[in-house]
Structures are given as C-alpha cells and as structure tokens.
C-alpha cells in the first residue's frame, strides 16, 4: 500500500514536472459597442376624463384634469412629443340633435405643455427637446355646448421620440 501511495505521488508530480501548460495564455484588447436607443415612460393621473358637469354648470367650463409625468432618454436634439386622443368622440356626448356642439378643449400647466381641441385623431399636448423628466397638468374644459352629469370620455395618451 505504502509503495502504491508512493508511486501516485510520484506520477502526480512527474505530470507537473516539464509538462506543457494545457492552455496558451494571452491578452487582446476587446471593443465592446453598445447602440442606446430611446426610451419612454409615461404615467397619467386616468386614461378616463370623467366631465365634471357640476363644476361647468357654476361658470367653472373645466371638466376635468388629468396629471402627467413623462420621463424620455433621447438623443440630445431628438424631440419627444406627447399626444392625446379621444377614444370616443365627444361631440357624441352632447345633449342631443338641437343642442350645440359639445366642444372639450385641454390647456397643459407645464413646461413644454400646450392647448389645443379634444378629438379623435391625436393632438400634440406636449413636445420637448432632449432627454428628461416633465410633470404637469392636463386641464381640460368646456369650449362650447353642455355635457351630461357624470359623462366619460376614454383617451389615450402617447410619449415617443419620432
């Protein structure tokens, strides 16, 4: 046994003893590349404008605000733009055939926010320039004609950099 041991240890040592290395070891340098393309977040308040009819029927005309937190990483010159679109057209929501058109308009409270009219094609609400955080508000109010009590509207809201 003693013999056995001896002659293992022996042929474990002779195998490290001038024997070539199982592998050849070297260096090169390495070029990693990576494209970062954008990126968009966006959370709103509702994607539901429920017409506030109490608060236009005082003089009020708004019906509705909606917050806004929008986060874009872009090319520093690449534009961001925010859209918002009526899922359901809102002139459907006046009060009947006789009545007047029902008008929703939106003002935004916010850097880069913007005004314009309700409907269902989309309409920029805010647009800027680079990469960023914006938070705001989206105000929305009559512009013409009467709106039923408790009456929604669903919309869509959508950040991208073109």
Same mark, same amino acid.
């Given at each position: 046994?003693?013999?056995?041991?001896?002659?293992?240890?022996?042929?474990?040592a002779?195998?490290?003893? #001038?024997? !070539?290395?199982?592998?050849?070891? $070297? @260096?090169?340098a +390495?070029?990693?590349? &990576? %494209?970062i #393309?954008p !990126?968009?977040?966006?959370?709103? $308040? @509702?994607?539901? +404008?429920?017409?506030? &009819? %109490?608060?236009?029927?005082?003089g009020?005309?708004?019906?509705?605000?909606?917050?806004?937190?929008?986060? &874009?990483?872009?090319?520093?010159?690449?534009?961001?733009?925010?859209?918002?679109?009526?899922?359901?057209?809102?002139?459907?929501?006046?009060?009947?055939?006789?009545?007047?058109?029902?008008?929703?308009?939106?003002?935004?409270?916010?850097?880069?926010?913007?005004?314009?009219?309700?409907?269902?094609?989309?309409?920029v609400?805010?647009?800027?320039?680079?990469?960023?955080?914006?938070?705001?508000?989206?105000?929305?109010?009559?512009?013409?004609?009467?709106?039923?009590?408790g009456?929604?509207?669903?919309?869509?809201?959508?950040?991208s950099?073109?």
């Amino acid at each position: 046994m003693r013999l056995d041991r001896w002659l293992v240890a022996a042929c474990c040592a002779g195998m490290g003893l #001038g024997a !070539a290395p199982a592998f050849a070891q $070297s @260096s090169q340098a +390495l070029t990693i590349g &990576a %494209a970062i #393309g954008p !990126a968009t977040s966006l959370r709103v $308040s @509702s994607s539901i +404008l429920i017409l506030d &009819a %109490a608060a236009a029927a005082t003089g009020s005309r708004v019906v509705g605000r909606i917050d806004i937190d929008a986060r &874009a990483r872009a090319r520093s010159a690449a534009e961001v733009v925010l859209t918002v679109e009526a899922l359901q057209d809102p002139g459907s929501l006046g009060g009947g055939p006789d009545a007047e058109p029902l008008v929703i308009g939106f003002d935004g409270e916010g850097a880069g926010l913007v005004a314009g009219i309700l409907s269902v094609t989309p309409h920029v609400v805010g647009r800027w320039v680079g990469s960023g955080v914006r938070q705001g508000q989206v105000v929305f109010a009559l512009r013409s004609g009467g709106v039923a009590s408790g009456a929604t509207v669903p919309l869509r809201f959508v950040l991208s950099v073109p």
